[in-house]
């Protein structure tokens, strides 16, 4: 495969990565919170999404409101009855919380689910649009479309609603927006179910991209955290643009390095960590 | 006929620390000799606090000179600065909130100046010592989140004595104290200053900064405005204007 | 029996910690402890759950150091475990191109060389704070298993050929029966023990220096405040650094010994890098009290014998099955309802109430 090949690879990939991201920093951006769950959440909605295919046939992209809309829920009812009892507490606390769900998650399924290795595979599972030499695989091409409407769409709610802007406001001064009559604890549980929600459309995606099972979902916790620190915490371009970056990382890695992606990916993690701590686009509030 | 002139302790030279385009202090210049009580004021915001901060090392000067007994401290890290014998307190004072009273001051004996040839008992048994000093020694087993605010200024100024510092920096230590409690605080001063421990006291209590203080060095917005004696800043056009605004400094003048 | 022995471990380490009691009456236990201890095997069949209660013990210990008494909550010690473990197998194993080194040569050389390769980490992560320093020790343990099985350096063409198996299972020789005075003593049953025994006593015993040390009260203050700790002159990078070490070598020591009793190492036995095992040092410290000495020991002996408890209750199959859902669900149970650990029934700081449950779990509320 040629570099230009394994360039759009890397791109295609990218951009469910930089989805994963943007939930994940939605909830470390406005609630402080490292949600170790979210790669558990996309694990849900994968599972969510083969079963819906393996059983009643219905098309991954067709089920994309039904994941979403079920991760929502989860994650509303998630954050209102349970981070919400920790969520001034150290950062030990919230982690080990959010990790131990994260663990809960990933055991149950294995349990019920055993580690087989599962893909939805609909119909245009393995074709591929041609142009010239390239190969686009027509699910990678309708995650594309998914994740920048999606990110479209977050940042519509975010800039345009009043419900957005209240959720930037928690953001940015949880003090002074409760004094400004923003239901904070309404706030908090609407973010988390957005993420939830994000997460749920990338695990729908990955489950026709690539085969997965259980424990295949823990590197995502350190992915989406990669890609937010190096797109920059608040940043919605910086999101894609880390995702992307990663994409291509994780692509070029593969091919001429490593197969152990994951070291690699760590790897940048901790020099970018130490060399720029505010990742590329730094924060200045939610935008 | 004069004094014999000793090197200073502290000497600053154009000393500024720059925060993007906003200098917190600027070009700020003057020295400590051994054994003084320099006050330092200014309105809030003046820079106080960032000055300490550049002296002990905790951040670095943008440009500018720090130099403690001839040795030049910038870029030298806040550890190795509070071994050479700089010990400062704090504005917001927080102990170590899990270890006992005597602990906590056991910490600054067993790393300050004294501290590379002390076991940890023998420091333990040295922050007694100090604990005496500061009229702690009856909390000594007790948790340091227990003290009062009182209590908890005592023990701050006692885990920076119990450093065995040659220059120690009081920032604010009057804060949040009234009537008795400021003047019990004005004499450990005193008992400080006979230990032949040179101060820098950052106030706005000028009653103690009077009463206390060899000379005051008054900054504003960053810069310095005015050195001298107690006496003469007081009346110091620049001073006033500062603290009061233009108005009554020009009414001020106009009145001598 | 096992069940018996875990409870009574309890109850006198329980009243070993309490610094309301007298000197001698803790002394004592300590003492009945210690016999308890030594005994056991004497007094049950299968000594399988002691072992794995102490070796977990000393990994928790390691995780102490670094979480409990400095304050940096390290997610990644469970790469130090398992790295232990594959590289004193490594050295252990009689397979071709490996060198066969006696347990006792093989093991500490893992262990320091771990300790090495935790220096190197430390360094770099250790310039990261609260959650960044977290998550960073998470990918070190998510990177570690790939590490290992990495072609390039531990593949069969490679610089340290096949070292970690190169794909297939590790033999390495367990321990021996041994002949004392005239009587075997099994192997299983008494000599991994007492290993297991012994790692367990080095990480309490480590505890105990380090909280009378300097380097244990510079530790406190970093963790109480970091900033003040360094104006008084602490050097915190070396402070740090020195506890993180400690705390890969202890958690190496006991990932080593558990990977001696087993009987193989497969480049999949990535079980000793699982999200269980990370979760179960952070966990067993929790339960006992974070920044404690006997924390550790009291944490341990709860989850294993509850682990017991549940096994003798319902067959061992079931058990098994679900353990590790269970396990999950406890660690959420206990983040929420007993943050500070048992000790603080034990130091005397709360009175023993089923309230105080209730208080932790709604003590930090929006």
Redesign the interface.
């Known amino acids: 495969m040629d570099f230009v090949q394994h360039a759009l690879n890397g791109l295609l990939q990218g951009v469910i990565f930089a989805l994963i991201g943007l939930g994940f920093s939605m909830v470390w951006g406005i609630l402080n919170i490292?949600n170790?769950a979210h790669a558990a959440f996309i694990m849900l909605a994968a599972y969510l999404t083969y079963f819906l295919w393996a059983g009643p046939g219905i098309d991954p992209f067709l089920a994309l409101p039904i994941s979403m809309g079920a991760l929502f829920v989860l994650g509303y009812l998630i954050q209102s009855r349970?981070i919400?009892?920790?969520?001034?507490?150290t950062?030990?606390?919230t982690?080990?919380?959010t990790?131990?769900?994260?663990?809960?998650f990933?055991?149950?399924a294995?349990?019920l689910w055993t580690a087989d290795n599962r893909q939805s595979k609909p119909f245009y599972a393995n074709v591929s649009l041609s142009v010239g030499d390239l190969r686009l695989p027509y699910t990678q091409l309708g995650a594309v479309v998914v994740v920048l409407t999606l990110t479209l769409l977050v940042y519509l709610f975010l800039d345009r609603t009043r419900t957005g802007s209240s959720i930037r406001a928690v953001g940015q001064n949880r003090v002074a927006a409760a004094l400004m009559g923003i239901d904070?604890?309404r706030t908090?549980a609407l973010t988390f179910a957005i993420s939830a929600a994000l997460a749920g459309a990338a695990g729908a995606l990955l489950s026709t991209t690539s085969g997965f099972s259980p424990p295949t979902f823990?590197?995502f916790?350190?992915l989406a955290?990669s890609v937010v620190v190096l797109g920059g915490l608040g940043s919605i371009p910086g999101a894609l643009i880390g995702g992307l970056a990663f994409g291509l990382v994780n692509e070029f890695a593969g091919t001429y390095a490593?197969?152990?992606?994951?070291?690699v990916?760590?790897?940048i993690?901790?020099l970018v960590?130490?060399v720029r701590?505010t990742g590329l686009f730094g924060r200045q509030g939610y935008r | 006929m004069s004094a014999p002139i000793t090197p200073p302790l502290l000497s600053i030279r154009d000393a500024t620390r720059r925060f993007g385009g906003l200098f917190a202090v600027r070009d700020v210049s003057f020295d400590l000799a051994p054994g003084e009580i320099l006050g330092l004021i200014g309105p809030n915001g003046a820079g106080k606090t960032t000055l300490v901060n550049l002296v002990t090392g905790t951040m670095r000067p943008t440009s500018g000179t720090i130099a403690f007994a001839g040795t030049v401290l910038n870029g030298m890290r806040p550890h190795r600065i509070g071994r050479m014998g700089i010990a400062r307190t704090y504005q917001v004072v927080r102990p170590f909130a899990n270890m006992s009273v005597r602990e906590n001051v056991g910490v600054g004996a067993m790393y300050g100046a004294g501290g590379s040839t002390r076991s940890a008992r023998e420091a333990l048994r040295r922050a007694d010592e100090v604990l005496e000093l500061v009229h702690l020694a009856s909390r000594r087993d007790d948790p340091a989140e227990s003290l009062t605010i009182v209590g908890r200024k005592r023990l701050e100024l006692a885990r920076a004595l119990a450093m065995e510092p040659r220059v120690l920096l009081l920032d604010e230590v009057m804060a949040g104290l009234r009537g008795t409690e400021m003047d019990e605080a004005i004499e450990l001063i005193g008992t400080i200053h006979r230990l032949g421990i040179a101060l820098v006291v950052i106030e706005h209590v000028m009653k103690v900064i009077v009463g206390v203080c060899d000379r005051v060095v008054v900054l504003d917005y960053g810069r310095k405005i005015a050195e001298g004696t107690p006496a003469e800043i007081t009346v110091h056009p620049a001073v006033i204007e500062a603290y009061l605004g233009k108005r009554y400094a020009a009414a001020h003048a106009r009145a001598d | 029996m096992n069940l018996a022995i875990l409870l009574s471990g309890i109850v006198l380490a329980s009243v070993a910690a309490r610094p309301g009691s007298s000197t001698r009456l803790r002394r004592g236990a300590i003492v009945v402890l210690l016999l308890l201890m030594v005994a056991a095997p004497l007094v049950t069949n299968t000594t399988s759950i002691l072992f794995d209660a102490l070796t977990a013990m000393c990994i928790a210990y390691g995780w102490n150091v670094i979480?409990g008494y400095t304050g940096y909550?390290s997610?990644g010690n469970v790469a130090y475990l398992g790295l232990g473990a594959f590289i004193a197998a490594g050295f252990m194993s009689r397979q071709p191109g490996h060198l066969a080194l006696p347990w006792f040569v093989g093991i500490p050389l893992a262990v320091g060389i771990v300790s090495l390769v935790a220096l190197a980490i430390g360094l770099?992560?250790l310039?990261?704070r609260?959650?960044?320093f977290?998550?960073?020790t998470?990918?070190?343990a998510?990177?570690m298993p790939?590490?290992i099985?990495?072609?390039?350096a531990f593949g069969p063409h490679s610089v340290v050929p096949k070292f970690f198996g190169g794909g297939r299972p590790l033999n390495f020789p367990l321990l021996p029966d041994a002949q004392v005075a005239g009587l075997t003593l099994d192997a299983d049953r008494y000599l991994f023990y007492y290993l297991g025994l012994l790692t367990a006593l080095i990480g309490i015993g480590v505890t105990v220096m380090l909280g009378r040390s300097k380097l244990g009260y510079a530790l406190v203050a970093i963790r109480e405040n970091e900033e003040a700790a360094e104006t008084m002159g602490v050097n915190t990078t070396v402070a740090k650094s020195l506890a993180y070490v400690l705390s890969a070598t202890l958690a190496a020591l006991g990932g080593s010994v558990m990977g001696f009793k087993l009987t193989n190492m497969t480049t999949e036995a990535e079980a000793l890098f699982s999200?269980?095992n990370n979760?179960q040092m952070?966990?067993i410290v929790?339960i006992g009290g974070t920044g404690t000495v006997w924390g550790p020991w009291i944490g341990a002996f709860i989850l294993f014998a509850m682990q017991e408890a549940l096994r003798s209750l319902s067959g061992s199959d079931f058990v098994l099955?679900?353990q590790?859902?269970m396990?999950?669900?406890l660690?959420?149970v206990v983040?929420?309802f007993l943050?500070r650990g048992l000790m603080q029934f034990l130091r005397g700081r709360e009175r023993f109430s089923w309230r105080v449950f209730l208080r932790n779990?709604?003590?930090?509320?929006?």
């Not at chain 1, 990790?99 to 809960?104: H, I, N, T, Y």
């Not at chain 1, 490593?258 to 070291?263: D, G, N, P, Q, T």
């Not at chain 3, 779990?361 to 929006?366: C, G």
């Open positions: 490292i170790l349970v919400n009892l920790v969520m001034r507490a950062v030990l606390t982690f080990l919380l990790f131990g769900m994260e663990a809960l990933v055991n149950l294995l349990r904070i604890g908090y823990g590197v916790n350190i955290f490593l197969e152990e992606r994951e070291v990916v760590f790897a993690l901790v960590l130490i701590p | 979480g909550a997610f770099a992560v310039r990261l609260g959650h960044y977290s998550i960073a998470l990918g070190v998510i990177a790939e590490f099985n990495w072609d390039f999200i269980t979760l952070i966990i929790l099955q679900w590790a859902v396990f999950s669900l660690v959420i983040v929420l943050p779990l709604v003590a930090n509320r929006v």
